[in-house]
């Protein structure tokens, strides 16, 4: 079964989408601590708690590296020690993200987390700054894996190519992600995955008034290397749903006009309005009819965002903040690359 690995930031936004997902059947988030906002690990650890029990997250200290996870752990555990004490029946089991840059010194606090939650590793090769290098993960994947005490059927591999917002990043991208892909089937990973986002930093220049149609290239850009994959190994999908790889963590000195990211099919339909003087965000109960009075909405029952637009239209009531909408659009993508996947084995 493919897997679906949607990388979100630890905020409250994305986390209220995972809160409300239907199940994590073939769902497999990656959580990157937000290193700029203050409490951002302790803050990521207390929302952890609110996930369903037996919940499996990959967890990304992010800049904040293996101190950043102790911090998350540290939320998470049961007294203030590395503990062999029963986990409590709430408890998630959590997947530490390493890069071979984090450097071997820290390599304990990832071995201890294994220990606890016998989770094994997520290593992720490239970011939003740079593509998967081969040759160098040749070379230091191995040296890193035996620090680590660790072998690839351990391991998620993750190969992150950050950005892809055209058909012509798709094409520069698609041959070094197949040799990447090759390289990775030449060992036996516990899972491969090809991450990658389409979604733009920012939405402040689109039209109010208007719906936007925006394409989910990163799907052709899977459907390009799983295409060309070699038999002995099955691409997971990974995104970064509808969020830029490296959107600014920090809170700018602005406020967001009413707007909704609504993903249908293999596109995203943006939704923007002007905010009232009186009632600044009453506009975005305007979008939510807009939704449900559309002959192709599936229906309330189709996600839980769907549900909470549903209400919005009847209501005019509870969709009142921008952390709020982050939510709504984060739990939509992720249902509609679920059904997709469930449905038609592509995303």
């Not at 506009?283 to 549900?307: H, L, M, T």
């Amino acid at each position: 079964m493919l897997k679906y690995v949607p990388a979100l930031k630890g905020k409250l936004g994305e986390m209220e989408a995972l809160w409300n997902l239907s199940n994590f059947q073939s769902v497999f988030p990656l959580l990157e601590v937000v290193g700029a906002e203050e409490g951002g690990s302790q803050k990521l650890g207390k929302n952890l708690k609110k996930l369903p029990s037996g919940t499996t997250v990959a967890v990304d200290g992010g800049p904040g590296g293996s101190e950043a996870l102790s911090e998350v752990e540290e939320i998470l555990r049961l007294g203030g020690e590395f503990s062999d004490s029963l986990l409590p029946p709430w408890t998630i089991s959590v997947v530490p993200v390493i890069r071979y840059g984090d450097g071997y010194a820290s390599l304990d606090v990832f071995q201890r987390l294994n220990e606890k939650y016998q989770s094994g590793y997520l290593l992720r090769l490239g970011s939003s700054e740079s593509d998967p290098d081969v040759a160098e993960a040749e070379s230091e994947v191995p040296l890193l894996l035996s620090n680590l005490g660790a072998d690839p059927g351990e391991v998620d591999l993750v190969l992150d190519y950050g950005e892809v917002d055209s058909e012509r990043e798709v094409e520069r991208v698609t041959p070094s992600a197949r040799l990447a892909v090759e390289w990775a089937a030449r060992r036996r990973w516990r899972s491969v995955t090809l991450l990658s986002g389409a979604f733009p930093a920012s939405i402040s220049g689109f039209k109010v008034d208007h719906e936007h149609r925006l394409t989910r290239h990163e799907v052709s850009l899977w459907r390009a290397v799983s295409s060309h994959s070699p038999q002995e190994i099955e691409l997971h999908y990974g995104d970064y749903a509808t969020n830029h790889p490296a959107l600014a963590s920090g809170a700018g000195p602005w406020r967001s006009l009413p707007n909704l990211r609504y993903a249908r099919g293999q596109e995203w339909i943006i939704h923007r309005k002007k905010a009232h003087r009186e009632q600044e965000n009453s506009p975005f109960y305007e979008i939510c009819q807009s939704i449900v009075n559309d002959p192709r909405w599936e229906g309330e029952n189709f996600s839980w965002a769907d549900k909470m637009i549903s209400r919005g239209a009847r209501t005019y009531e509870g969709l009142g903040n921008a952390a709020k909408w982050v939510a709504l659009g984060r739990s939509r993508h992720i249902e509609v690359v679920k059904h997709r996947l469930a449905t038609l084995g592509e995303p």
